[in-house]
């Protein structure tokens, strides 16, 4: 017979036992059970018993087999299993955060909506941020299109205005959205590759979807790799309609502007972001609120009428097209801001659910028919996700203003109806009734046509919006769509769809196609691929459209990453340190060791990272603070390197010290130095070099840095 484990032996021997660092009390039957101390409360199963046990399950004998009358284990166990409910289909990673939209001035005049009725009304807001392609696990800087999804409870009902941070989409029809998704995801045989659209499948759908090009222009830029869920954009895309008390309607596109401007990343920075920190946006809306740095959003809406409409250049019922701003200027309308984070990431961000279709009066749809196709899927989503009507019952559903109607039993029916009478009209005198004047009333438009499945030929013009939104970026931006491209389609095995991406560029515009050509080493340039309508090449840049033309120039909201050493001069530190925060801005310490470094004065400085932890791409801009002495704890560190190489690389300010004057050498880029790097002198201010930060990025240096300069 095998010896009994020591560890047994000893807890028969006292009454009282710590298991797992927690204090156990033996029963009467010998058996261990929680050690309800002062107000703790007593831990119970499901069903309310009493629990004495919650760690070792019923068993004949010490070794011998479990029993089927541990009902305890049996009911933690089925519902441990059943945890889970099926990701969403798309937008499976999101991360949301409660706050308020405030309403800048009466907008009777367009709506009858109650939220934009009354200056300075606050309305309550539910957002959730998310990528598309993803699985729920997937990593947060995966180049992709960014949804942004807000649900206002609003006295009249929930309105969700389910967005993205992208203002056009890939196609016209949602018929052709399971195609699409399908061809995004993983390929289904391998199940990989994992959020990324850099395959066959994406790119042979695309290749094959002229539509989709003005999309591919975006998604292939900056905008799909944002620094930060707080310094992006968001649209409605779709045009809807704001409809008045006098039943007038105007048509609408809602902009959401981030009050920090919009900021992205490098692609070699999102890379490495991934591997170091998986969860970089979920953490820095995380850090940001919890701090009380509420991120905050100006609601834009471009307004306009039939006869814009007529006028326009592209159909505004065509959801891959935009209205450029300078065309239709936005008029600021609200403000969002976000200031608590959800008591339970499950209850609310993974149960909320968003539908198009919750609208209330004053609001509603335009014949978009990619947004009636949504319409009609956002609710059925919602049964299969959360597994029963009820959905409405859950707290994060639930509107916030009074509500009354006859549905009744289903699954997991919380809110039940009380009395006789579920159903209208009754002559108990009892219940809600309809109401014809506050109720909702679809704008009556007048609609005549044949049936048919068509697509109307207003909508085929596929390239002039995709080549105004190229030629409106800058230089470096440029460069990254055709890098961004070129890298893509480097993943594609299929020739033949490298080739007919080429020809879809060269209706866009011929050096980029050229340039993407030339990089994947295609033999030949293909033909023109076949376009419905010429490529218009008279629409005018739309500076708008830039990230880098609108930055903020302001380091506030945005994070420096300063490396300390061992003997790093205080006075230094505290004056950094003083000017960033004085910015608005956050800083890290990074060390050679986490528990920190002894500084000038002998005092301990405790850091946020060591090297390895905390590399240069978790930061906007770096500070090299060593010490003549310090320093030889980083110079043979390759993540010291890396640190420097990768902040210089990635066209980031980098702020130092004389002593650091080694490291610049071991990064390779002491002969290299240019207005971003820049020397910290001993006893001045710092404030100059906060200021500086103001540019966030020295993009003038990325050409010099691929063509290996430096
Ligand atoms: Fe969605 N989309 N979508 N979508 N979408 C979903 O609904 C769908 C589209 C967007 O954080 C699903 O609850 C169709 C455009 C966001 O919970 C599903 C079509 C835009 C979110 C669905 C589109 C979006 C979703 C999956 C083509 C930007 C996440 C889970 C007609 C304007 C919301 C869910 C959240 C989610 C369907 C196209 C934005 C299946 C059929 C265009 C932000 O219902």
Redesign the pocket.
């Known amino acids: 017979m095998a010896k009994k484990p020591a560890a047994l032996k000893s807890m028969q021997k006292t009454d009282i036992v710590t298991i797992h660092d927690q204090k156990m009390q033996r029963g009467s039957g010998g058996e261990l059970h929680q050690f309800a101390e002062g107000d703790t409360p007593v831990l119970t199963t499901a069903q309310g018993g009493p629990v004495s046990d919650d760690q070792n399950s019923l068993r004949i004998g010490a070794r011998g087999p479990l029993v089927v009358d541990d009902f305890h284990f049996r009911e933690k166990m089925f519902h441990f299993d059943h945890e889970r409910i099926p990701e ?4 499976a990673r ?1 991360y949301g955060a409660h706050g308020y939209f405030e309403n800048y001035d009466s907008l009777a005049q367009y709506t009858k909506a109650d939220l934009f009725q009354r200056k300075g009304e606050k309305t309550p807001v539910f957002v ?1 941020f ?1 990528t598309v392609a993803g699985n729920k696990g997937s990593a947060d800087l995966a180049r992709d299109v960014r ?3 807000v649900k206002a409870y609003t006295k009249e009902g929930n309105w969700d205005l ?3 941070n992208i203002p056009v ?1 890939f ?1 016209q029809d ?1 018929i052709k ?1 399971p195609d699409l998704i399908h061809a995004a995801k993983q390929e289904p045989d391998r199940a990989f590759p994992q959020a990324q659209t850099a395959h066959d499948n994406f790119w042979d759908f695309i290749s094959l979807t002229p539509e989709s090009m003005n999309m591919i222009m975006w998604t292939m830029s900056d905008r799909a790799i944002p620094r930060s869920l707080r310094f992006m954009e968001g ?4 045009t809807f309609r704001f409809v008045n008390d006098k039943d007038e309607s105007t048509f609408v596109k809602f902009h959401w502007k981030p009050k920090l401007g919009l900021q992205s990343v490098a692609w070699n920075e999102a890379v490495k972001i991934n591997g170091a920190d998986p969860d970089f946006h979920r953490r820095d809306l995380w850090n940001s609120i919890q701090s009380g740095n509420f991120p905050e959003w100006e609601l834009q809406v471009q307004l306009f009428d039939q006869e814009f409409a007529d006028n326009f250049d592209f159909d505004v019922l065509d ?1 891959t097209k935009i209205i450029p701003e300078e065309i239709l200027p936005p008029k600021a309308i609200g403000r969002m801001v976000l200031d608590r984070m959800p008591d339970n990431f499950f209850a609310e961000t993974e149960q ?3 539908m198009t279709q919750n609208v209330p009066p004053g609001i509603d749809f335009s014949n978009d028919p ?1 947004l009636q ?2 319409n009609f ?2 609710l ?3 049964l299969k ?1 959360l597994g029963g009507p009820n959905f409405t019952h859950l707290p994060i559903n639930a509107p916030k203003c009074p509500f009354a109607h006859f549905q009744q039993d289903g699954h997991m029916a919380m809110r039940n109806p009380v009395g006789r009478v579920n159903y209208q009209p009754n002559s108990h005198g009892e219940g809600p009734r309809e109401s014809p004047t506050q109720g909702y009333r679809h704008f009556p438009a007048e609609e005549q046509g044949t049936k048919a499945r068509l697509r109307p030929e207003s909508f085929a013009d596929h390239y002039s919006q995709a080549r105004q939104f190229y030629i409106s970026q800058t230089g470096a931006e440029q460069r990254h769509i055709a890098a961004a491209l070129t890298f893509e389609l480097s993943k594609v095995e299929m020739p033949v769809i490298r080739e007919r991406m080429v020809s879809h560029l060269l209706n866009i515009d011929e050096t980029l196609a050229a340039t993407v050509a030339q990089k994947l080493g295609l033999e030949a340039m293909p033909k023109h691929a076949d376009a419905a309508m010429p490529t218009r090449q008279d629409l005018d840049p739309s500076p708008a459209l830039s990230i880098v033309n609108n930055g903020p120039k302001r380091f506030e909201g945005r994070k420096l990453g300063i490396l300390i050493t061992d003997g790093v001069d205080v006075g230094m530190l505290k004056a950094l340190t003083d000017a960033i925060t004085a910015e608005k801005a956050v800083f890290e310490l990074i060390a050679p060791k986490v528990g920190g470094v002894k500084a000038s004065d002998a005092s301990m400085i405790k850091a946020h990272h060591m090297i390895d932890g905390g590399p240069s791409v978790l930061f906007d801009a770096v500070a090299l603070l060593t010490s003549p002495d310090g320093i030889d704890d980083l110079i043979d560190e390759a993540t010291a390197r890396d640190f420097v190489a990768d902040a210089f690389q990635h066209c980031k300010f980098i702020g130092y010290v004389e002593s650091a004057t080694p490291l610049l050498q071991k990064a390779g880029i002491a002969d290299a130095i240019d207005e971003g790097v820049i020397a910290l002198p001993q006893d001045e201010d710092p404030t100059d070099f906060v200021s500086k930060l103001a540019d966030l990025r020295v993009w003038g240096r990325e050409p010099s840095v691929k063509l290996g300069k430096a």
Do not use: K
């Not at 969403?88 to 937008?91: D, I, L, M, S, T």
């Not at 649209?235 to 779709?238: C, K, L, Y």
């Open positions: 969403r289909v798309v937008h999101g959730r998310s949804g942004f999804a389910v967005g993205n989409f196609i949602a959205f649209f409605g895309v779709h959801p909320v659910a968003f990619l196709g949504r899927s956002y059925d989503t919602q996700r």
